[in-house]
């Protein structure tokens, strides 16, 4: 198994500009979610899954969406990126109930906003 | 709203030596896990607590969470270089269903 794969690692985008951050999965998790991480600020969740079709929102959802079509795939899409959203991106999934497993993190995407 | 915190955010150990580092939540936890990330790497699952008292070990990892399911820690003995990187406890609050991430805590093994 793979485990959980994000492309690409390494990003630079200019402001306004909009791209798809990948993130699949082949272990047939339920539940998917992508974090931000900056600084001395830990790993903040975006945006959450817990099955195909379900999307929520996490504690800093704005100016990114997210769409599950299938169990494998969760893409996280910067809409008009800002500098702001320049951090280490990751991925994450687990079995069942989400929260109450283990998390697998992908490698992480590092994208900078300019 | 929740949050969970860690104590200290950076700590240098002496190879060789014992450290603890501490996560403390406002409200009572359901469960709590401990993540391990190495500089320039992805979190990885290093354990998972569920129980009022519960001790866990790994080799020279112990692993405590507190009575009342607000606190927990992370205990090292005998520090050994490998144990560089940055520590992360995440707990998840009764009734509710997402997992909050401490700031983690920075450990430099000086050799």
């Known amino acids: 198994n793979a485990g959980v794969t994000q492309t690409p690692k390494f990003q630079v985008l200019k402001t306004g500009q909009s791209m798809t951050l990948q993130c699949a999965q082949d272990?047939?998790?339920?539940?998917m979610s992508w974090y931000r991480q900056d600084p001395g600020m830990g790993l903040r969740l975006i945006h959450y899954?817990?099955?195909?079709?379900?999307?929520d929102q996490g504690e800093v959802p704005n100016g990114y969406n997210v769409s599950r079509s299938t169990t494998e795939d969760f893409p996280l899409r910067l809409l008009s990126a800002a500098p702001s959203q320049t951090s280490v991106y990751f991925c994450?999934?687990?079995?069942?109930?989400?929260?109450?497993?283990?998390?697998?993190f992908g490698p992480g995407t590092r994208l900078t906003v300019t | 709203g929740q949050q969970v915190m860690q104590i200290p955010q950076y700590q240098h150990v002496q190879e060789g030596e014992d450290f603890t580092t501490y996560c403390n939540s406002s409200?009572?936890?359901?469960?709590i896990q401990w993540y391990k990330q190495r500089p320039g790497g992805h979190p990885v699952f290093l354990i998972q607590l569920v129980k009022s008292g519960e001790v866990k070990k790994q080799k020279r990892l112990t692993f405590q969470f507190g009575e009342a399911k607000k606190n927990s820690s992370l205990h090292i003995t005998a520090t050994q270089t490998t144990d560089v990187g940055t520590y992360f406890c995440a707990g998840r609050p009764f009734g509710n269903n997402r997992l909050a991430f401490g700031k983690g805590n920075q450990v430099v093994v000086i050799p």
């Open positions: 409200t009572t936890l359901s469960n």
């Open positions: 272990m047939n998790h339920e539940y």
């Open positions: 994450a999934s687990s079995y069942g109930q989400g929260h109450s497993y283990e998390q697998y």
């Open positions: 899954s817990v099955g195909a079709g379900i999307t």
